[in-house]
């Protein structure tokens, strides 16, 4: 690992130990049955930076369920396979819901109000099964490429852990199909679907793959462009509207950064140009981010005066 | 007026004149009768950078009624003296829902969601009638404030105009009270809301008086913090998440600025650090934000490549 | 008072010492101040059958404040004027919600669900001021026309105790006006309004009152009719499916007679051809309906095995 | 067939001839292809009297599908079984929204409004394959016993073609199995359920079916009791409020009597200990109740003055 600038490895120290040693009051998600064996005290920290420089701290190292955060990498494969396309199947508005929400669902005639509730990545894994020849396996072969690793792999444990409890899930594809938005059999899209969020990375490996969206679109220490431009900036955008559920907006505000959780206890933030930034405590606030990783990077862009805003 | 970069100048000429021969799918906002009267062909922009230079096309000298716009200054004064405590009383998550909608008052108990939907608006008058001695005055001096100039001021004739036509509003600072949520009577707080929503100016005017919010809280030309960094941030955040009601999404998604829309035709929109650009065209689309200006924002972010995805 | 079946008498003597007897799981209304003041323990009951016989027990000759049973003798006067044209402004549907729900008014665009919910109450009282030449002397003529006696009035007290608290039918009016369902001004019609609301009546004169009900139309002891026999089944129909907010299917569950509550705790229920039956006991279950009065209603259908179904 | 009262079937006849030659404005139901078949004209009346009189016009002795009809079925079956601790796992209220709405629910934490929307009644299939050994045989028998004849079945044809579409009803079957309100597999409770709605009858068969509900819980022709006369009451009033989705308040006011509807086009309606009306026409209301169905039977209350108002 390269040396970084060491003032912000020291800045990232002093918060991680503090918000270690505050009182968590998150809770660890418990309607994934394999999910809630986690160890609730894990707690990583890594940040890579577009010159290369990288940091870790705590169990950084450790591969956790990411969960949510894959559907940012589905979107990215779809969107870029269909350019703007894709939104006529997909709204990019946040939608003041929680994220298994079915309200909106009815009065929006089966258009998922954007692309990260369960809803809007059902239509984006329907869309995959279409336009990939085997789209587990290219999906895997995508994030692999954006990690620059193949050590990243599904937990089928995982996968079929919330396929038995996904009764939630079932309802809202079947739900979207009863409106003519999913194309393929509802059983098809719901397997690629809990692949999806079965996805494992550690902390670091998380930083590295986010790294093309806080790169212009090009893979970190690549030169290779994944999405254009003007693509990369429309994800960042969606993922500030609408990455975070019911608490889109608090995250905004309180933290200042693109980014995306997952009910693993996973955050990735990015400032463009700069860093992609990721926290993994399983513990979570109750609307379904992680309590410590929420904590760590409202302090982190506060103490560094650094984001977007 | 000082010469700007003259690349800039020309793409604004460019895509000002693209816009407008290309024929608008909007309508003036029919109701506010005094609203009605507006000349639909008007069209002005204007665009003011940190450095001191600017530019400006079009009618961008002509006053127009900056409607919602001026929610974003109201809460600008409530949020310097009050600080954070000022979010018990309103939440920041977008809406989903449209600028006057009731509904989510209703779950949600009289918090409204954030301070741009117009409930959010009426609880923050009612907060400056609670710290201010003369609201109405010290408002406008606060605005003056910020845009360098005493030539800014309320329409009586639009105040009037929107109150007598203003039952929804009514219903939604009574629906509040009745939660508690407004500690003033609804009438005093009323009169104050119209009054901040009449306000006139011309882009060039509103340039200037959102200066401060690319300047990390200071006026522009001045030395004077007008907000903390850490509260400038927030309400520029604020207003990426929810200055256009219901296509917040689609404008960081389209645009990729922070900005707040009017109905009568006017945006802002702010790159923090570089600069502010406001436009203004009275007509519509059907989520009530100007057609033109959505339009004229889009086109120029992505021919300059700058947002802050 | 003439004498009755003793049978009737008997069994309602027993059920109201039995529901006296059991604890109270109810609570006076508290959003009324005046309301607030009543003595819990007040408990009465009254029948009167067509046959001229009658029957009270308890305080069953005191006055209480009927609030919303008065609605349906507003609508009842409104109804003989307009006939069927008066559901173009109202629906006859259930509506799901709270007695004072602002939520389904947004979707059906100021059309109130059913005139027995706030919103179609306010209308109806809109409608009354264009009808009526002294609005409100002719509404309480019309009231003393059923009871048969001029000692009934409005209590000016409980109709000031309400317009001072009455935020939440502010609201509504403004919220129906801005949908052009309100012709009058909101002030005029919330004034009637609350005058309607705060009629006062004992139990007696409130079966008495309420007696064309039961009576095809006429007047109870008199052979004047009120109302045509299809109107009357219509406005007892509509009592049926909405006369308990949002407990009239379990009132029609549980009692299985046509009815209306108020949230004084009064409750007028009538069986058609038979008999009219009002109780009165001021603690309210969560659904604001009489505690006991629902309790004594269901007990004394199911001895009498005498329902509508 | 015994002869009945001349006089009503003259009404019959002529009400029956009125409503065939005005224009329908209603529509055949598409969603079920199978359903979409029938011949749009089709049109039956029978009416069967507690002292054994009947009469039937037009295409009376024809089957057709009886859709949501059989909910009440069902539910007799389930009541009959669990008595009232059926309550705990269905309401008994009105709506207020169509009948596949997943809306309510959602708030409601997967308890359904009432056992005849397509929810309640997916709770009553869950009830019924707890609590009998062979569900459908049995369930068929149930009705062969209210009907005295054993040559009403289900149609698979109609079930195979309502389960390939049944995208909705597969998303409501497992949201409520998310909140734990559905015991059994989703598949099975799904199966159970629309061989429920697929039953076929005759309006003569479905008049004397439902005898029981005007007969105070027995069986027409027989002295045996099915349900017990508050069972039998409360049956009633659940379909007063909720028979007819949400038309229910609409069906009160216009027709006057208990009755459920199917979107078979089929219409069973009840004057207790007097008669059961049954009426079949295939073309809908906007709202999925019969077009020619709910006229017939408004002019029917109306000319015979007989309701339960």
Redesign the interface.
Known sequence: MQVMNSQIADIITQIFYKVKNEESLGEIAKYIPELSNVDAEKFGVHIAFLNGESFGIGDFQEKFSIQSIAKVLSLSLAYRHLGERIWTRL???????AFN????L?SDKGIP??PFINAGALVVCDILIDILQNPKEELLSFIWQFAGTKSINYSLRIAKSEKQTG??N??????I??FGNIKNS?EEVLDLYYLLCSVEMSCEELSYTFGFLANKGKILGADQEILS??K???I???M???GFY?????F???V?L?GKSGVGGGIVALM?NQYVVSVWSPQLNEKGNSFRGMKFLEEFT?AT?V???
């Open positions: 709204d990019v508005e946040p939608s003041g819901n929400s079915l309200i909106q009815e109000r954007n009764f939630r079932i309802a809202l594809c079947n739900f199909k009863s509802p431009l003007s990369t900036k429309r960042n955008a969606v500030q509207t609408c019911d608490e889109s907006g608090e905004a505000f309180r200042g693109p463009p506060t005066n984001s977007i805003f």
